[in-house]
């Protein structure tokens, strides 16, 4: 009897215990940890392997001998923080180092891979320095585009890395947006843009004067991805030229026209296509629906990759770097309920061995499924999106916050997203529209959403919404909208205009002045001016839409409480402009939470921002939705 006795007691503790663990809340620190090692490469001899790892609350650079497992640390940072770096040599490494400060101001460096020999190439700069070809040309040259001549435009220059002298490689009059060499290192494409039509422009060797071989309106996509080796004069470039949907092409630099479709197909958006220069060819391109698949266009490529598929069971994988022989691999897997894990692959071993644990806080299982949704806009047309469900709970009456994404020219995709399963893990079920004018979708549905910014598009959410409603998933009484940037303005556009959907709404570094969002886009991203108008509206064509579409212009109208984060240090946000709206919000008796958050190179500053951002937000949230 006193067994049996002690079974029951076990069997309910156990029970107990599981019952906790189901509905246990994550603390906030645990999704947004900062990574301790990331931005792993592989040496191009495929010998050693780099990192970044935190330490003394900075990332170093560190370089491990892959055969012995030995680590050097190569950097030891004090001020300004490493925003990117790369192999340009087996034995040598290029890092780009950020302050804090509103203009990032930058230094450039060389240094050996045994942490020796390094130097500076650059103080202090205020200008942009973009890497167009990163391997060393003639032991000493690296090719680059930057703004320090003006401004406004990036010329081409070779940086020497013994010296650090830049020489003009090809000076930009005034309209190239894009540069690109071929598989050597020559430049021979230049992207020209008048603001709406783009015109690429190819030359056959730096002799030659650049000629214009074919010109599209910026709604079409011509990507290029690499030059083909066995044949003069064919680019690999991803395209919806006279198509709707992205195809893999072989472009005829001398005629403009396509000489093959590698992978086309009308229900198949190409998102990605990797060459491989040691086999010579095309390997696979990317398409993506409501998950990203790769369709393999060589055989031995898709032999050696269901190897990786085996070692990978049940998770996606994408290659983020690899030595020149195609034979050291680094490898990031990634689920929607985990934000995976680094590993380094060795294909002629067939050895895979960890590196890290991208997030090492986070456990799958107490994760939720990110699913996808689609339904009908009151007007017809299909819109796609995503919905995460609390873990645990029946999928009835819930209180939904709705996550409008960022924009122009982005969509929401299918993986792990901190922000939707901390929301999930918070009780709520979070909503993901990718609206019209979200890319992916093809061109048409692209172009849809152009001028639609505070009618259509908002209404494409609001109809989400109500289709979360429609199948009793949503609580009415329990909405919420948060969004980022374009994804704050359409958030407060939908707050204030629709009181009987949103119980309560936020911006994070959001738009809120398309008059001022147009005035502070880069003077390097003025040629874009035209493309935005066409996007959004000219503001001195179409002034009172641009006012009309302005929150800020409207803050007689909000009534629910509004959650604003802004970062000061933003060189794109007018902190002013924010502030204002705050203080006329508050006039008119709007409960307001205002959050001036911390965001730069620096990860342990970055990690601390975020965690006093999204704690306020719960508050918000907590407090907007969970008395009604």
């Known amino acids: 009897m006193l067994k049996k006795f002690i079974l029951l007691v076990l069997v309910a503790f156990v029970w107990a215990c599981k019952g906790s663990d189901e509905h246990k809340i994550i603390p906030v620190d645990n999704f947004f940890r900062t990574q301790d090692k990331a931005y792993y490469h592989v040496s191009p001899d495929g010998k050693c392997l780099s990192y970044l790892k935190l330490q003394d609350k900075k990332l170093e650079l560190f370089v491990e001998d892959i055969a012995t497992g030995t680590s050097t640390q190569i950097t030891h940072l004090t001020e300004k923080s490493i925003s990117f770096y790369f192999w340009t040599s087996n034995n040598e490494i290029i890092y780009y180092t950020e302050d804090e400060s509103k203009e990032r ?12 020999n390094q130097k500076q190439l650059s103080s202090n700069e205020k200008t942009r320095l973009r890497v167009i070809e990163d391997q060393l040309i003639d032991d000493k040259y690296i090719i680059v585009a930057s703004n320090k001549r003006d401004s406004t435009v990036f010329d081409v220059y070779r940086l020497n890395v013994r010296s650090g002298k830049m020489d003009i490689a090809a000076k930009n009059p005034g309209n190239i947006t894009d540069w690109v060499t071929d598989n050597k290192g020559i430049l021979k494409i230049a992207v020209a843009s008048d603001g709406v039509n783009e015109t690429l422009l190819y030359r056959e060797n730096e002799s030659l004067p650049f000629k214009p071989v074919i010109t599209n309106n910026f709604e079409t996509t011509l990507q290029p991805v690499a030059f083909a080796e066995n044949e003069a004069d064919v680019l690999f470039a991803i395209s919806n030229v006279n198509r709707d949907k992205n195809a893999l092409v072989a472009l005829d630099l001398k005629t403009g026209k396509e000489k093959q479709v590698l992978f086309g197909n009308d229900t ?3 998102v990605d296509a990797k060459y491989s220069k040691a086999k010579r060819k095309m390997i696979f391109v990317t398409c993506e629906t409501w998950k990203k698949e790769k369709h393999y266009l060589d055989d031995s490529t898709r032999v050696g990759y269901s190897k990786i598929d085996k070692l990978l069971p049940n998770t996606e994988w994408r290659i983020m770097d690899k030595d020149k022989g195609d034979n050291v691999f680094v490898v990031r897997t990634y689920t929607d309920k985990n934000p ?3 590993y380094l ?3 002629n071993q067939n050895k895979l061995k960890k590196l890290a644990d991208i997030n090492p806080s986070i456990n799958e299982e107490d994760m939720s499924a990110m699913k996808p949704i689609s339904y009908k806009s009151s007007d017809g047309l299909t819109i796609n999106g995503y919905l995460t469900l609390p873990k645990d709970k029946k999928p009835t009456n819930l209180p939904v916050v709705v996550l409008p994404h960022n924009g122009p020219g982005f969509r929401n995709t299918w993986g792990y997203n901190a922000d939707v399963q901390f929301l999930a893990n918070r009780g709520y079920a979070v909503l993901q529209v990718n609206y019209r004018g979200s890319t992916g979708y093809g061109k048409a549905f692209y172009t849809a959403g152009f001028k639609q910014w505070s009618d259509k598009i908002q209404e494409d959410v609001n109809d989400g919404v109500k289709w979360l409603i429609q199948k009793k998933i949503a609580n009415p009484k329990k909405i919420a909208i948060y ?3 374009l994804g704050g303005f359409i958030a407060l556009n939908c707050l204030y205009k629709n009181n009987d959907i949103y119980s309560c709404g936020g911006s994070n570094s959001g738009v809120i002045n398309l008059f001022s969002y147009f005035k502070t886009i880069p003077p ?8 935005y108008y066409e996007i959004f509206g000219n503001p001195e064509t179409d002034t009172d839409y641009t006012r009309f579409a302005s929150p800020v212009f409207h803050a007689d109208r909000f009534k629910a409480p509004v959650f604003f984060a802004q970062n000061p240090k933003d060189p ?3 902190v002013t402009i924010g502030v204002q709206f705050i ?3 508050k006039k008119r008796n709007v409960s307001v939470t205002y959050i001036e958050k911390q965001e730069g190179p620096n990860p342990v500053l970055r990690q601390q921002g975020r965690t006093a951002l999204y704690k306020a937000l719960e508050e918000f949230l907590k407090e907007n939705l969970g008395k009604k």
């Open 268 to 270: 198949l958006n190409v």
């Open 483 to 485: 969004g980022n940037g």
């Open 340 to 342: 995976g894990s680094y």
């Open 345 to 347: 692959y060795v294909s």
């Open 105 to 116: 101001k930058s230094d450039l460096f060389v240094v050996g891979k045994d942490g020796k």
């Open 524 to 531: 390097f991203l003025k040629s874009n001016l035209q493309m």
């Open 583 to 585: 203080k006329e919000l």
């Open 572 to 574: 794109r946000v007018d």
